[in-house]
């Protein structure tokens, strides 16, 4: 069957444009024995794409060129020969970027349908940035209740969930960063922080420091740069850091300056801890039955940016790593 | 009887100069009940020390002007009116930089005569510095078999612990870098470690790659600036730094360059994490069982540089501070 995909036509130098990518017609062959053809519902776009799109290993090794980038998608399963799917089950796999894949039975996750939930929770706040932000928190941060906590890219698919799990465990004091107006009051609003504030409005040790007077215990890094030295300043003796991510330096040509008070660490006996959310499959029962069950009480609010159709999936992609999107951004196949 | 003490004149702008140092001629008055008068016989200049001469809180409170600077020292005790302190025991205490101090009971340590050793060992090896060395190493970075070492300024009374701790350890490699062509031949023949630079030759970071290849699982900082940053570049996936003290930073009037490569702590998984010996005091008894098991095994050597006269104390301290020593810098008195 004829099918489209991206595919990266060129490795980006600093921000990546629209030319970086192809739209590109195939032909897709019949399912061989043990694979299953599936129609992808929705497609993941997140920051450690950006990454991947170097030519050079991180983590994960880089996208080729003239090849499909992937990534977290979940689709139906619309012809099966394996064993254990059939036609109508919910997958989740990381061929995105398309809008038919094949797989092999090994690569598709069964996916439990979810009443009232759209199956692109499954890519966000119950996927892998759900997973990274309750990791994250509970685990690399050490968080506790009483704990005073400061997330940066609060309004994000992930920093949005970090807020959310801190406040149903008891923090003292809960603060994101976001980068509009219209963020900040949602984070307060609607995801319950305490306080936020735009980091384009003054510089973030300033905002910080008014935002939580009495210093912060963890600090929750999605950007690095000028938020993370403002974190070293501001946490208290003992406060620790999970490094998750820095937005900030993904699309810089030149590194940013690192945090010129590190030496912090030493007399208040911080703790820096980085982590990569794939390390820590083994924590995916526990997410998904307490963040699970806070979803279908309400305890817990979810928020998406939908982009439709494959050919726009560049420019949403785009958008995210500029902080266009509230919530988790998703591409609607 | 009359003493001399050394007074904090004034507060140093950047590095000390001997004119912020004050020799003072007093009075002590006899014991008091619960008293001893001691007579100091070595006392100790730590880095840490720096610190306390500016009018800041850091974690430990600053010194006063005009009056006495305090420090550990071990002294004999010549005159006692306190219960299990005789003449002529050993004891030590926090209060350095004089000759003479009287001391409530509760403020002596009495100390086990060393047969064959230096009582200044006890501000040394088996003191404060190598508590720091034990802990640093062991604990906050999580020292296992097989890791390979980095320590800097490894010729201080610290770093030269450090590496010999890791050696004995099991450690895959342990290299170390210091201030002059003297103390890495020191390092190398003496110490036992498997590769040392001196850090003025050339780049941090090119000599560490070419030092430890195939990188390093540990790195115990007592530098920061470029020795971190160079570090972070070298670790290893889930590479740990003991974060232990920033002596780039010290008498510097404007904080040193943050390392600008802290973003690989996400993507190498790596932990940072500063601590003070005074948080561990727990682990005294297993640090002075296994590294004074050592010491008289001839297993693990120390090193001094001494002193002498209380009117030498101060250009003691800024020697140290200047990296002239090798192994403890103390003053005999």
């Not at 209740?145 to 890219?153: E, L, N």
């Not at 609607?190 to 300033?206: I, K, Q, S, T």
């Not at 905002?207 to 007077?213: D, E, V």
């Not at 810089?252 to 912090?264: H, K, S, V, W, Y």
């Amino acid at each position: 069957m004829k099918t489209r995909e991206i595919h990266l036509a060129s490795r980006p130098t600093g921000w990546p444009e629209p030319s970086n990518f192809e739209l590109v017609e195939t032909e897709l062959p019949a399912p061989a024995e043990g694979q299953v053809l599936v129609r992808n519902l929705f497609m993941s776009v997140d920051p450690y794409m950006r990454g991947r799109m170097n030519d050079r290993r991180s983590y994960t090794p880089p996208f080729r060129i003239g090849a499909p980038l992937t990534g977290a998608a979940v689709g139906e399963v619309i012809e099966s020969r394996a064993e254990g799917l059939a036609v109508g089950d919910l997958v989740r796999h990381q061929n995105g970027w398309r809008e038919h894949t094949l797989l092999d039975a090994s690569a598709a996750e069964r996916l439990p349908g979810l009443s009232g939930i759209s199956p692109s929770a499954y890519l966000g706040v119950l996927g892998m940035p759900g997973l990274t932000a309750y990791v994250g928190l509970l685990d690399i941060a050490g968080f506790k209740k009483g704990d005073a906590v400061f997330v940066s890219g609060a309004a994000g698919a992930v920093g949005g969930l970090v807020g959310q799990i801190a406040r149903l465990k008891g923090a003292s004091r809960v603060v994101g960063s976001a980068g509009s107006a219209a963020k900040v009051a949602h984070l307060q609003e609607a995801l319950g922080f305490d306080a936020a504030f735009n980091y384009r409005d003054a510089p973030v040790a300033e905002q910080l420091n008014r935002a939580a007077p009495d210093g912060i215990d963890v600090y929750f890094d999605n950007v690095g740069a000028d938020h993370l030295e403002a974190a070293i300043g501001a946490l208290r003796v003992s406060g620790r850091v999970a490094m998750c991510g820095a937005i900030a330096a993904y699309n810089a040509t030149e590194p940013p300056p690192g945090p010129r008070n590190i030496f912090l660490a030493v007399t208040k006996r911080l703790t820096l801890r980085g982590f990569i959310v794939s390390d820590h499959g083994d924590r995916t029962a526990a997410f998904v039955e307490e963040v699970g069950g806070w979803l279908r009480d309400g305890a817990v609010r979810y928020d998406e940016t939908v982009t439709d159709g494959l050919e726009n999936a560049p420019s949403a992609f785009i958008a995210m790593l500029r902080g266009e999107n509230v919530g988790k951004m998703v591409v609607r196949l």
